[in-house]
Nanobody, 117 residues
Framework: QVQLVESGGGLVQPGGSLRLSCVASGFTYSSYVMKWYRQAPGKGRELVAA???????EYGDSMRGRCTISRDNAKYTAYLQMNNLKPEDTAVYYC???????????WGEGTLVTVSS
């Protein structure tokens, strides 16, 4: 059974940091591109960051320079380190795993990040 389980969300003050984790199971994790998306209330889903199986990274405009995506293939886990958080970063953050050859495209349930004083 394929699963992506996000964790690490919560309430943080502006300027603070959070590290999100996404643990994968049920598929060949190491060959998949891992991505983090977010969806704020009333808005569409947007790409935050992506990392290939060779750890080549790509960042969306919204958090570029304030976040770092990484992965540990041995632990089947992807991470998103977010720094200098702003109230506009408040959103549900989703983990996505996509196979470059089209064999699979999986989503987690999301983890809520709230940035507020």
């Amino acid at each position: 059974q394929v699963q992506l389980v996000e964790s690490g969300g919560g309430l943080v003050q502006p300027g603070g940091s959070l590290r999100l984790s996404c643990v994968a199971s049920g598929f060949t994790y190491s060959s998949y591109v891992m991505k983090w998306y977010r969806q704020a209330p009333g808005k569409g889903r947007e790409l935050v960051a992506a990392i290939t199986h060779r750890s080549v990274t790509e960042y969306g405009d919204s958090m570029r320079g304030r976040c770092t995506i990484s992965r540990d293939n041995a632990k089947y886990t992807a991470y998103l380190q977010m720094n200098n958080l702003k109230p506009e970063d408040t959103a549900v953050y989703y983990c996505n795993a996509i196979d470059p050859l089209g064999w699979g495209n999986y989503w987690g349930e999301g983890t809520l990040v709230t940035v507020s004083s």
